[in-house]
Every structure is written in structure tokens, then in C-alpha cells.
């Protein structure tokens, strides 16, 4: 297939657009980097002017013994340019940290902030150990990158350049093309070789990535684990994952000899024909010994900082593989933006309307069907139906998780897509189904919805949500430790801790999704005092599956099949002996036979 000559190999395109993906980074430490350069540059001045010096000192010494004199100035001149080269190597390094290490802080700010963005569609598919694991190895990667960078390729680019252009202004232009058909040689091997070890380290880093996100989903439904005695299957598939990391990290080292052998023959050759070459100037008496000596230092410098680049080179592709893992999960775009002249969201006094609103997650498989309904300000409407009719989805679309295929969410008659999400989310307070507390203290998790809130705040709120007295009467209080996902807690104990949290949080509309599921019923009653009192002057939606819970609510939905099936008041829905009629008597005898056992 023809390629024009001025596109670029598609891995050094990919290469080029992750260097380049790392420079709005930079931009901020323009300054520094600047500097930096200039010691470089400073630095392999001074070491390249050491030979030239060296060359000097030898000439001087070697002449006749009758006329000899110290070359005291040449000694302390050598002298003087080698603590230069020393002190500009330290100088470059000094300005550098804050470059590297800023550098560092920013990606792995950005790396969080973005993922904090992305909407809840990408963070249901993702596998958390492996995120973690690509982040964490491309910020890593970042400070490598620019380790190999300034502290290595471009400090040998300018000491083969200066190297060069004293070679062709003292000596035969031979030198020249040596030095440089040494110096093309190799890199070319280096990076064709490299490119070939690549796939290796590719391979390494997919295992790496599976075997962690094995690891970690082993961990965090440990106890899933223990039910079902799985702990061999689990060892068995991480084991899997670990044993084709093994193959490639073995096959990425034994071919790394095949590098370095041909890096030594290509060194060699060049060393082997500069020295021959300057010793027939020197036998011929076009040389001086000085200069004999000066050629051998410069080779000395160029080739064995050369040698290393070739190890340089292949950490500097490995770093980039690393760290375009990580600028992929930085170019997804969110699935939820905000338009550009999105406002703040006037709650006003909390009316909610759904206005035929239709859903999917996937286009063949429809969730919702024309759904419309009101929610007057303080009153509280409820959701009841089925598994998969479409419940839950209705808080994820107040939310503003996704956007509805068809028809308009609209709170005080403003549409959710014309508003902020930050603005929308702060009026809008939620009781999951599902609790998640953070590994911190139960202080940390109440105040979650209000970080500066008082400690008197955090204690009213837990008290409205029946759970202060469990609290106090834990040894360390609310600095008690939840632990991982709050596994320390029951299921009723974590329930609590939300509602006390939406309780502190203040919000003008509020979310009950299925908030008391968890709960044994002698504690459900209690809960649902402390939610009726939060609702009070609130507009609630409330999604149950558990009937008892909703009989005060002011109207209530029957969903089946994605649609509003029925509609009506508790007692008005009994009278009318359909669906609802039927789903509460089930639960009334399920209820009576749990009461006789």
C-alpha cells in the first residue's frame, strides 16, 4: 500500500499526539522549562569544552623536556569546566522538580476531575481496578517521560551536535560522516527493534490491567466470594491473567539482549574506525597527540551516553504506551454536557413535571413509554411496580444521569437540559436503594451533604433519622470507621446514615428510592416517621416496592411495562381493584405468613 512520504507511521502519530497531549500541562512552567534548557545546554557546553581543554594540556606536556613549563592555566581551566558541567546538571534538575513533579499533580488532578465528569453510563461499564491501575501508571509515566527527556534524549542530541560541529571544523570531514552513520546506525536499529519489543509490553500492560481489575472485584464482593466458596475460581482466573503477563514480561526481557548485542556491534564498529583513522593522522603527522586524545574523550562521551539511549529510548516508549492509556480515558467525552447557555436552576417552590417522557438504554430495548405526571410543590407522589418497570430510571432521569430520548423533565418549568447539573443536583436530594458509604468516619458521611456543616447540624440530622442513639453509643462516636463501602453497618444502620445525610444536605426536592428496604419493619415505622417529617414542605418522589411504605403518599403510580398502568390514592387504587388492589394483597398475605412464622 502506498503511503505519501509526509504522513507518519501510525504508532509515531500516536507517539507525537500523546507528547503533545502532555503539553497544555507544561504550558504553566513555560518559564521553567526554558531555564532549564539553557543550564542544559550550559551544562554539555562546559563537558564538550573538556576534551578541546584536555587536548591542550597533552600538547603542552608533550613537548621537549628543555621547554617544558606547567600548564597551570589548561589544569585549572580543565578543573573549572568540570564543575561547571556538575553545577548546570544540578541547576537543570533544581528548575525541573517543579516542572515534573507540577506536571504530575495536574494529570492526575485532571485525570480524576474528568472521570468525575464522564457521565453514569461510562462509570456502569467500567471496571474500577483496571481504571485505577491505567491512571495510576500514566501519571507515573508523565514524570518518566520527562525524566527521559530532558535529563537524557536532548542532552545527547546536543552533545552529537556539538561533538559534530567541532569534529568538522578541526578535523577531516571522515570524522563527521563516522560519527553520524554510527549515530543513524544505531537509532535506527534501537527504534526498529523497540518498536518490534513494543507489542510485548502492550501485552504485559492488558494482563496487568485484567489481572488487577480481577483483584479488585474478588475484593470488593468479597463476601459475594464466601457465599458461593469461590475463592479457587477466583485465585484461578488471576492466576490466568498473571501467567500471560509472565510470557510477555519474559519475552519483553530476553529480547532486550537481541537490543543491546546490536547496539555493542554498531558502537564498536564506529569506536574501532575513529581510532584507527586518528591514529594514521597521528603516525602521518597530521594529528598531534592532543588531538588523538581529544577524539578518543568526545568518542568516550558521545557513545557511552549513547548506549544508554538505547535503554532510554525503550522506557521512553514504554511511558508512553503507559500514558496513553490514560489520555484515552481523558479524551471521552461525557455523555451529559451542559449547553452553552445553560442557567442556574431557579427550584422556586419545587414543582416537578414529567411531560411524555420516553427512555432507553439501548434504542431496542425501551424503559420508559410517554410518561407524564406532575409532582405539585410538598406533595409527594410514589412509584410502585414490578422489577425492570421502568422505577429507578425515573430518579436517574431527575438526576440528569442520561437525557430523555423523547419529551422534557421540567422542575418550575424549567426544562433539566437547559439548566446546570450542579445547580439541578444541589436542589435535589436522594436516599438510594443501595447505600455506599465512603471508608471514613460516620461524622464524614453525614456531613458528606454539607462538608462545613456544625457538628450540632450533623447531630440534628441523625436524630431526625432515628440514628444518633446507635451512634453515641459506639465507642468512638460519630469517629467511628464505616470501613470499605460501609461493610461495617448493616443494611438498615447504612439506610439511616443516608436519610441523615439528605436530611442535613436541605434540598427542596427529595428522592426516596426504596429507602427502606433494607430495614426490619419494627425499624421501617420508625424510619418512616423521620421521613414523613423530612418531607414535610418538600416535593418527594418516592419509589417503593414495598407498599406499607407509600400509604400516605398523596398520589401514587402504578408502572407496568415502561407505562403509567394506574393512578390514583391508596385507598382510591384499592376501590378500583386492579393492579395496585392486586400487588397489595399479595404483600398482605406474604406479610401475615411472615408474621405466623
Given amino acids: 500500500m502506498y503511503v505519501r512520504h509526509t504522513e507518519l507511521p501510525e504508532s509515531a502519530g500516536k507517539d507525537l499526539k500523546t507528547i503533545k497531549s502532555l503539553a497544555p500541562f507544561l504550558w504553566e512552567y513555560r518559564g521553567r522549562v526554558a531555564l532549564a534548557l539553557a543550564a542544559l545546554v550550559l551544562a554539555k557546553v562546559a563537558n564538550v569544552g573538556i576534551p578541546l581543554v584536555l587536548k591542550d594540556i597533552v600538547d603542552a606536556l608533550d613537548k621537549d623536556t628543555a621547554t617544558l613549563v606547567l600548564p ?34 495536574k494529570v492526575s488532578f485532571r485525570a480524576l476531575e474528568h472521570l468525575h465528569r464522564l457521565s453514569l453510563r461510562y462509570h456502569l461499564e467500567r471496571k474500577t481496578g483496571g481504571i485505577s491501575r491505567d491512571i495510576d501508571r500514566g501519571t507515573r509515566s508523565v514524570s518518566s517521560l520527562l525524566n527521559y527527556l530532558v535529563f537524557s534524549i536532548l542532552p545527547t542530541l546536543v552533545e552529537v551536535a556539538l561533538i ?50 480481577q483483584a479488585v472485584d474478588s475484593l470488593i464482593n468479597y463476601e459475594t466470594v464466601k457465599y458461593f466458596g469461590n475463592e479457587e475460581h477466583e485465585l484461578s482466573r488471576y492466576n490466568e491473567s498473571l501467567e500471560e503477563w509472565e510470557g510477555s514480561a519474559v519475552k519483553s526481557q530476553t529480547s532486550l539482549s537481541a537490543l543491546n548485542v546490536g547496539q555493542a556491534t554498531i558502537i564498536a564498529v564506529g569506536v574501532t574506525l575513529m581510532m584507527i583513522l586518528a591514529a594514521r593522522g597521528v603516525v602521518a603527522g597530521e594529528l598531534t597527540l592532543g588531538d588523538l586524545v581529544l577524539i578518543n574523550a568526545f568518542l568516550l562521551q558521545l557513545f557511552i551516553p549513547l548506549n544508554f539511549l538505547g535503554v532510554v529510548y525503550s522506557q521512553f516508549k514504554h511511558a508512553i504506551a503507559d500514558m496513553q492509556l490514560m489520555f484515552d480515558v481523558l479524551e471521552k467525552e461525557p455523555e451529559i454536557n451542559d449547553s452553552s447557555d445553560a442557567v442556574e436552576l431557579d427550584v422556586g417552590a419545587g414543582e416537578v413535571r414529567f411531560d411524555r417522557v420516553s427512555f432507553a438504554y ?7 413509554k410517554d410518561i407524564s405526571f406532575v409532582i405539585p410543590p410538598g406533595h409527594k407522589v410514589a412509584v410502585v411496580g414490578a422489577s425492570g418497570a421502568g422505577k429507578s430510571t425515573l430518579a436517574r432521569l431527575l438526576f440528569r444521569f442520561y437525557d430523555v430520548s423523547s419529551g422534557a423533565i421540567l422542575i418550575n418549568g424549567q426544562d433539566l437540559r437547559s439548566v446546570t447539573q450542579k445547580s439541578l443536583r444541589a ?15 460516620l461524622r464524614y458521611n453525614i456531613a458528606y451533604a454539607r462538608p462545613d456543616a456544625s457538628q450540632e447540624d450533623i447531630e440534628r440530622a441523625a436524630r431526625a433519622a432515628n440514628v444518633h442513639d446507635f451512634i453515641v453509643s459506639l465507642p468512638k462516636g460519630y469517629d ?61 418522589l418516592a419509589i417503593a416496592h414495598r407498599l406499607s411504605t407509600i400509604v400516605d403518599a398523596d398520589r ?42
Fill in 427 to 441: 436542589a435535589v436530594g436522594v436516599v438510594p436503594q443501595d447505600t455506599v458509604l465512603f471508608n471514613d468516619t
Fill in 362 to 368: 439501548d434504542p431496542e430495548r425501551p424503559i420508559l
Fill in 164 to 213: 559534530a560541529g567541532i569534529l568538522l571544523g578541526k578535523y577531516s570531514v571522515w570524522f563527521v560522516v563516522i560519527t553520524f552513520g554510527s549515530v543513524v546506525a544505531y537509532i535506527y536499529f534501537t527504534f526498529k527493534i523497540t518498536e518490534w519489543r513494543m507489542r510485548y509490553r502492550v501485552q504485559m500492560n492488558a494482563s496487568d490491567s485484567r489481572a488487577n481489575t
Fill in 480 to 540: 467511628t470507621l464505616v470501613g470499605e463501602r460501609g461493610l461495617k453497618l448493616s443494611g438498615g444502620e447504612k439506610q439511616r446514615v443516608a436519610i441523615a445525610r439528605v436530611i442535613l444536605k436541605k434540598a427542596k426536592i427529595l428522592v426516596f428510592d426504596e429507602a427502606t428496604s433494607s430495614l426490619d419493619t419494627h425499624t421501617e415505622q420508625a424510619i418512616m416517621e423521620s421521613l414523613r417529617s423530612a418531607a414535610e414542605n418538600h416535593t418527594t
Fill in 72 to 105: 597551570l592555566g589548561f589544569l585549572l581551566g580543565y578543573g573549572a569546566l568540570r564543575l561547571a558541567a556538575s553545577l548546570f546538571n544540578e541547576l537543570r534538575d533544581s528548575i525541573f522538580a517543579r516542572v515534573r513533579h507540577g506536571a504530575m499533580r
Fill in 556 to 597: 401514587i403510580l402504578v408502572m407496568e411495562n415502561g407505562r403509567v398502568a394506574e393512578s390514583g390514592s391508596h385507598q382510591q387504587l384499592l376501590s378500583h381493584r386492579g393492579l395496585y388492589a392486586r400487588l397489595w394483597e399479595l404483600q398482605q398475605q406474604e406479610e401475615n405468613r411472615n408474621a405466623i412464622v
